[in-house]
């Protein structure tokens, strides 16, 4: 695919179409890679998106305990 490079202020950059950024999932910010003499755009990878209310609901579930016995309940400190 071949695309323009376009005046965006005091820079030049290139503009996405809306199927692309549909289908690979691009909002706001991508990940600029460079590999052996190419660019390559990646979407951006949140692994841990949506973790929060996730454990919220967890937590309301009470699916939250603990599925093995503490390992340091036996140990002694002092």
């Known amino acids: ?23 690979y999932h691009i909002t706001d910010k991508v990940e600029l890679v460079l590999e052996n003499d190419y660019i390559v755009l990646k979407p951006l990878s949140e692994p841990r998106k949506n973790w929060e209310a996730a454990f919220a609901e967890m937590h309301r579930n009470g699916d939250d305990k603990l599925l093995i016995d503490s390992v340091f309940e036996e140990e002694n400190w002092d």
């Not at 695919?1 to 289908?23: D, F, H, P, Y």
Request: net charge positive.
């Open 1 to 23: 695919m071949r695309v323009s490079v376009v005046q965006i202020g005091n820079s030049r950059g290139i503009r996405l179409s809306k199927t692309l950024l549909e289908k």
